[in-house]
């Protein structure tokens, strides 16, 4: 499909204030121009360029996002991927991969991620720092090319890109969300890595069931390095973590077999780079616990976890996976461990940072302000119900319920 290669005047330092000369005393310059494609056939090139010499997570690799619109996204959605520019040079400054969707009678635009892609971050051509003023005039030239849509909504956007501040994050309309993403800043010998940056009880535990599982019979992590390998691997992380999901009556993406689909094909391609690997920690040949990750940039993504937490009493499996995996990665070169969305309590034991990640909702349309009006109610009421631990604790109880007996 060819591209739209509509190029705009974008936008000014000030793009919600009026920019007439008259009243400021000096004529606004434009910043950014944008281009629109709607097919990766015309943004490879550039694409790959930023990946490998600008900043991105890992949740932006062309093969990873190239898969999502393959597998995942609506037949009837449209890929569109915005191209921003420096307007006095030309220069690339960043791409963001979006789509256009059909939702409840009104057209919404959100990040390409159908609920695979923890984080929203465009790929940024360098380093450069970011304003608010910037970051607005970049949106507006965004804006300036997308199609038609009732209102934009776009979650789980990250403060940071490898010490950067997300543009998206300062647009004037971000607000933060409820959502947490939580990590750890590796760095030193990799063999005292544990005992220098975790919590002491997590450290103390961690050698403790390190010990306990050397006595069954050697603890080793395995790396997936073949194609059966990858398939082994991955066919025992499935049946591990939707038989640990169905005990504790919790929802998981993996019983969707286009999800399953896509990470099996995602782990297989990347074999090919090692930007998608998959790990076992094994006893002897029994699998305690496989885990899913994405390496980019120096950073180990964390995405998928299996465990079978009944294999061997008063130890945890998973636990030691990270701790094992946070090992391998320092040893790699790697300088951070991403513990992904959410605030589960194992992440704090650990002695990993948190961060609040942003949202954005806009609305142009009627049909989009109700929507958003709805987004909006619906987040304040789940605040509120995690700001009562009892409440919390009955309503997730409920949905326990709901979920086993529906299993």
Not at 184 to 206: A, Q, W, Y
Not at 305 to 317: C, E, F, H, T
Not at 352 to 362: D, I, K, T, Y
């Amino acid at each position: 499909m060819a591209s739209q290669a509509v190029q705009l005047v974008a936008a000014s330092d000030a793009p919600t204030q009026s920019s007439s000369p008259i009243r400021s005393g000096i004529v606004a310059t434009a910043r950014y121009t944008a281009r629109l494609h709607t097919s990766f056939d015309t943004v490879r090139q550039l694409w790959l360029r930023l990946e490998e010499t600008g900043l991105c997570t890992g949740h932006q690799g062309l093969a990873w996002v190239e898969g999502i619109a393959r597998r995942l996204m609506p037949k009837s959605a449209d890929l569109l991927v915005v191209e921003v520019n420096d307007a006095a040079t030309g220069a690339p400054v960043m791409l963001l991969p979006l789509l256009r969707r059909r939702a409840l009678g009104h057209y919404v635009i959100e990040w390409l991620s159908c609920g695979v892609c923890d984080y929203s971050a465009p790929l940024l051509a360098d380093a450069r720092p970011w304003t608010r003023q910037s970051a607005d005039a970049a949106w507006v030239a965004v804006r300036a090319v997308l199609p038609p849509a009732d209102r934009i909504h776009i979650a789980g956007i990250p403060q940071e890109i490898h010490g950067v501040t997300n543009p998206l994050a300062l647009l004037s309309a971000a607000r933060d969300s409820i959502q947490i993403a939580s990590g750890l800043v590796m760095d030193g010998e990799p063999e005292t890595l544990i005992k220098r940056i975790c919590k002491s009880s997590f450290t103390k535990n961690f050698n403790r069931h390190c010990r306990r599982f050397e006595q069954l019979g050697g603890l080793a992590l395995v790396e997936a390095e073949t194609p059966d390998m990858i398939e082994e691997q991955f066919g025992t992380l499935l049946d591990l973590r939707l038989n640990r999901f169905r005990e504790l009556g919790r929802f998981d993406l993996l019983t969707q077999a286009p999800i399953v689909e896509f990470y099996r094909d995602a782990a297989l391609q990347g074999l090919s780079d090692g930007s998608v690997r998959l790990f076992g920690l094994r006893v002897g040949q029994a699998y305690l616990a496989v885990m899913y990750v994405l390496v980019m940039k120096g950073t180990l993504h964390a995405l998928l976890l299996g465990i079978d937490q009944d294999a061997v009493a008063n130890v945890a499996p998973g636990l030691t996976m990270i701790g094992k995996l946070m090992v391998w990665g320092r040893a790699q070169g790697l300088g951070y461990f991403d513990l992904s969305v959410g605030g589960q309590g194992y992440k704090q034991h650990i002695g990993a940072s948190n961060s609040v990640l942003a949202e954005l909702c806009e609305a142009m349309t009627l049909k989009g302000r109700a929507s958003t009006a709805y987004i909006r109610l619906r987040c304040k009421t789940e605040l509120f119900v995690r700001s009562k631990p009892r409440l919390y604790k009955a309503v997730q109880g409920v949905m326990r319920r709901l979920r086993r007996l529906k299993n």
